[in-house]
DNA sequence: CTAAACCATGACGTAACGTGAGGGTCAAGA
DNA sequence: TCTTGACCCTCACGTTACGTCATGGTTTAG
């Protein structure tokens, strides 16, 4: 069985032997082995597992959060799908930033400015489409998530482009009574919410009024939503999810 | 002029309110103006600004480093175009972790294990590939340049394995001399300098003898082609220098 | 007026190493 | 055998980029 020393695996990998050895001190990744000489011994196991670390490292995971996901599963090929999982999401961000720079590029060359917002939301790390998914399943059941998954796989970036659009002048339109003072219980309130759930229809889903009802109770009791939906402006979650539960408690 | 406040700004990047207060405090990210009250009021060049340095952030770049990459131009498109290169080399190298990942997960499928440095060394920084075109640059001049770009800009990722694959032939038998303690002004060694003269030939651009003694100084001189080469087994970017040297010394 | 949310500055703590000290081990060459 | 340079070990202080909390002023809505 051939082991490596620590300058071997730190020189392959590109990174520093005093992070190898912060590795073993927290018990991230301990050599299986050690040598007579007290050398750290590194097996072909204890290098599979550092791609894995490396590969989450990449996407800035914390080392503690690196720790738990390498424990969640024993089977080597799940544990790498994972990681691959991961970096796709990573890819998807970067396409974004990368996008919305050219965008930048593209308004500063036609003197037509971007918003604050559309330089800056980019950056989170939260992608609301994303956890539509995870809103379907917890509230749709197995068969609608795939569904949607099957219905939204098709959209180009211009469908993705609408879509936010659309969902951005709904908002807009809540914000606006919102200003106003206009009451979450009003008539204008519940136009907006059914204009909301119309183009989860439309995009997404069937959106039947219990589907919409429990997504609203979501938009304020799951922070990355909560956080996502004031982003467009503060206090707008509260506000359309009080919206939504008065559209349906008198329903 | 509108501008916002710190809170504002902070939610609609997905960052924190502490993190614009360091920025302000290390000179990074000042915001144009105060209000009458002092709170903080950011403009949109202030955000705009925000824009490049999460770009650069999303990247690990310091905030010393991003600093300086701000101050190289007060052109916005051309920091905008900056950005975006820099992105790209991220998105290069993520794709060639996912495809690293990939052939690991077939490997385990299959039961052919990957060696412990196929797996590592997509983690370093350095594109041997990348920094061939500096290379050339410095030594073939523009039109070199030209031509190598061209040349290889129709290469697929099969034809970078082949190359790869080629390079790391000439690697190992040089690293093979070593082990036997062959000397780098041996006829075996001058053989694989030509066979490495070849191999950029074929695959780059033409390779004279006195582009390549350049090459064999910059291996030692430059850090970066010295650590990479070396990822492949110590001491052989000195080999290869000394038997580069060697060969046209004699010549 | 009250309360909650937002703002300011100040300052200690944290995560993930970087850097250096001091000393042992290995390998090649004289 | 001795010397030297590269590599290894453990230990420990320092650095970077904030996170967290304290204290107190400002704004907004009821």
Same mark, same amino acid.
């Given at each position: 069985?051939e ?11 590109g ?29 072909d ?19 503690d ?16 799908r994972?990681a ?13 930033? %990368? ?7 593209d308004?500063?060359?036609k ?9 800056l ?8 489409n ?11 059941g /197995? ?16 469908d993705w ?16 009574l919102?200003?106003?003072g206009? /009451? ?5 309130a519940?136009?907006?919410v059914?204009a909301h759930?119309? /183009? ?9 009024p ?19 939906i004031n ?10 999810? %009080? ?6 408690? /008198?329903?």
């Amino acid at each position: 069985m051939e082991t490596r020393t620590v300058g071997d695996v730190a020189r392959m990998a590109g990174i520093t032997v005093r992070t190898l050895h912060h590795y073993d001190e927290i018990g991230l990744l301990r050599p299986s082995e050690r040598r007579d000489n007290d050398y750290r011994a590194y097996t072909d196991a204890d290098v599979s597992r550092l791609q894995q670390i490396l590969t989450y490292r990449e996407l800035d995971l914390g080392l503690d959060e690196i720790a738990r996901l390498l424990n969640e599963t024993s089977d080597p090929v799940d544990a790498l799908r994972q990681a691959r999982h991961r970096i796709d999401r990573q890819l998807k961000k970067l396409r974004r930033i %990368a996008a919305r720079l050219d965008r930048a590029i593209d308004a500063e060359l036609k003197g037509t400015p971007m918003t604050a917002y559309e330089k800056l939301e980019v950056f989170g790390d939260f992608d609301p489409n994303e956890f539509v998914t995870e809103a379907e399943a917890r509230w749709g059941g /197995s068969e609608l998530f795939a569904a949607t998954a099957k219905r939204t796989s098709a959209y180009t970036s211009a469908d993705w482009k609408r879509q936010q659009a659309e969902t951005d002048e709904i908002y807009r339109a809540l914000l606006g009574l919102m200003r106003e003072g206009v /009451s979450a219980d009003s008539t204008a309130a519940a136009e907006l919410v059914d204009a909301h759930r119309s /183009s989860i229809d439309k995009w997404f889903y069937e959106c039947t009024p219990e589907i919409h009802a429990g997504l609203g109770e979501m938009y304020v009791s799951d922070e990355r939503f909560r956080q996502s939906i004031n982003r467009s402006g503060d206090g707008l979650a509260e506000f359309l999810s %009080a919206a939504i539960a008065v559209r349906y408690s /008198s329903a």
